[in-house]
């Protein structure tokens, strides 16, 4: 059974940073290309970063550019957008996503974490 547990998620004032992870279990990591979307109230979820499989390819929203940075950990199967000078704009709840990447490109395996809570004051 596959899971996904974020953590990391908090209360932070603008200007700070906020490390979340992911943790993963139940799959080959590897194979998998691992995001972060968010979702503010009121508004539809955005991817914010992504990373292949063995993490040699990263991808950013414009949003997040300059300030977030992910990273992968094969070794314990985790996942950790490292967020630096964080906006009021990118309070939202974060979710980890894991969707299985195959030979041919993406399959349609995906998986959802239950979201963590960012929250940034001004």
């Known amino acids: 059974q596959v899971q996904l547990v974020e953590s990391g998620g908090g209360l932070v004032q603008a200007g700070g940073s906020l490390r979340l992870s992911c943790a993963a279990s139940g799959l080959t990591f590897t194979d998998y290309r691992m995001s972060w979307y968010r979702q503010a109230p009121g508004k539809e979820r955005e991817l914010v970063a992504d990373?292949?499989?063995?993490?040699?390819?990263?991808s950013y929203s414009d949003a997040a550019k300059g300030r977030f940075t992910i990273s992968k950990k094969p070794s314990n199967s985790t996942v950790t957008p490292q967020m630096n000078s964080l906006k009021p704009e990118d309070t939202a709840a974060y979710y980890c996503?894991?969707?299985?990447?195959?030979?041919?490109?993406?399959?349609?395996?995906?998986?959802w974490g239950q979201g963590t809570q960012v929250t940034v004051s001004s």
């Open positions: 990373i292949s499989g063995v993490g040699d390819s990263t």
């Open positions: 996503r894991a969707r299985r990447w195959g030979t041919f490109g993406p399959s349609r395996e995906i998986y």
